[in-house]
T-cell receptor, first 113, second 113 residues
Framework: DVKVTQSSRYLVKRTGEKVFLECVQD?????MFWYRQDPGLGLRLIYF???????EKGDIPEGYSVSREKKERFSLILESASTNQTSMYLC????????????FGSGTRLTVV | AQSVTQLDSQVPVFEEAPVELRCNYS??????LFWYVQYPNQGLQLLLK??????LVKGINGFEAEFNKSQTSFHLRKPSVHISDTAEYFC???????????FGPGTRLSVLP
């Protein structure tokens, strides 16, 4: 069974901490994505990557950075966490081309206090 | 640019009743359409997709959707819902390249006993 694994389901961090959210996929997918999901706002794209060491800004990149050193791993970094970054974070991957859609991880619910 | 509209933010329905969740899209190019379901505190799971061919697409859990190009719609239907169908449903569109998806805001389906 194909999988996208997010390292934590629930995370609580303090304001100002540096936070790493890890995502690993075992499907040899080229494309990987980070979204945040908030009530009433739907899914918003933070960053995405089409290849190793490649990254592109999505719709709301401010306050975030990413790292993709290996094809299977895409990390989201909150350099200095703030309370407005409290959210559900979803990682997804897909193959080149359109046939397969996204495969999502289970999500990480981050609370910044 | 593509966009997706889901006019109904919440749909309550009694168990064993039929349901239709509406999705309309806009795009200047050919599109490929998807429905995803999100159960509480989980990631998104693919329900069904339209890539080409028959405009009536069948998915998992008894759901189906019909692609209507003239009305730019991709409505999701189920003839008889169960309590376990309570979830949030997202319509999504991608273009020929399939790398970036645009998601609708979601429809929360609540199945009542």
């Amino acid at each position: 069974d194909v999988k996208v694994t997010q390292s934590s389901r629930y995370l609580v961090k303090r304001t100002g901490e540096k936070v790493f959210l890890e995502c690993v996929q075992d499907m040899d997918h080229e494309n990987m994505f980070w979204y945040r999901q908030d009530p009433g706002l739907g899914l918003r794209l933070i960053y995405f990557s089409y290849d190793v060491k490649m990254k592109e800004k999505g719709d709301i990149p401010e306050g975030y950075s990413v790292s993709r050193e290996k094809k299977e791993r895409f990390s989201l970094i909150l350099e200095s966490a703030s309370t407005n970054q409290t959210s559900m974070y979803l990682c997804a991957s897909s193959s080149q081309g359109r046939d397969y859609g996204y495969t999502f991880g289970s999500g990480t619910r981050l609370t910044v206090v | 640019a593509q966009s997706v509209t889901q006019l109904d933010s919440q749909v309550p329905v009694f168990e064993e009743a039929p349901v239709e969740l509406r999705c309309n899209y806009s795009s200047s190019v050919s599109v490929y359409l998807f429905w995803y379901v999100q159960y509480p505190n989980q990631g998104l799971q693919l329900l069904l997709k339209y890539l080409s061919g028959s405009t009536l697409v069948k998915g998992i859990n008894g759901f189906e959707a019909e692609f209507n190009k003239s009305q730019t719609s991709f409505h999701l239907r189920k003839p008889s819902v169960h309590i376990s169908d309570t979830a949030e449903y997202f319509c999504a569109v991608t273009d020929n390249y399939g790398q970036n998806f645009v998601f609708g805001p979601g429809t929360r389906l609540s199945v009542l006993p």
